[in-house]
C-alpha cells in the first residue's frame, strides 16, 4: 500500500521561509512523479510543482517559480519543498501526491495522483 506523511508547515512572517517534507513509501516503482498542490479556503486545489523520483528534473508553477525549490531525498524516500520570499497568497493547506508513473504529462490534475499525503498547513501573514 502506498502511503505519504507530510510534516512542515507553520505560521510565518511574509518574505520568510519554511520547508516541506513528503515521506512516501509501499512503491517500488523506480520513476514517481511526485507533485505538491495547496488549496486555499474556498478555492480548489492547485499544483505547484513536481519532481521525477528517478530523474529529479522539477517543474514549477509560474505562481512560486523562483520562490520555492523541490528536491529529493531518495536515501529517505522523501521529497522536499523549500518555500522562500513567502507572500500572504501562498496561505493554504499543501498535499503532496504520487502516482505510479513519471511527470511527462497532466501533471497539474488532481485526478491523475491516486496517492495523497493529509497535508499540512501553511500561513503567512503580512
Known amino acids: 500500500e502506498v502511503k505519504l506523511v507530510s510534516s512542515g508547515g507553520g505560521s510565518v512572517q511574509a518574505g520568510g521561509s519554511l520547508n516541506l517534507s513528503c515521506k512516501y513509501s509501499g512503491t517500488t516503482y523506480p520513476g514517481n512523479c511526485v507533485d505538491w498542490f495547496r488549496q486555499a479556503p474556498g478555492q480548489e486545489r492547485e499544483w505547484i510543482t513536481a519532481v521525477n523520483t528517478a530523474v529529479g528534473v522539477p517543474l514549477y508553477s509560474n505562481s512560486v517559480k523562483g520562490r520555492f525549490t523541490i528536491f529529493l531525498d531518495n536515501a529517505k524516500n522523501t521529497v522536499n519543498l523549500q518555500m522562500d520570499s513567502l507572500k500572504v497568497e501562498d496561505t493554504g493547506m499543501y498535499y503532496c501526491?504520487?502516482?505510479?508513473?513519471?511527470?511527462?504529462?497532466?501533471?497539474?490534475?488532481?485526478?491523475?495522483?491516486?496517492?495523497w499525503g493529509q497535508g499540512t498547513q501553511v500561513t503567512v501573514s503580512s
Open positions: 501526491a504520487l502516482r505510479e508513473r513519471g511527470c511527462a504529462t497532466d501533471v497539474q490534475h488532481v485526478a491523475n495522483f491516486p496517492y
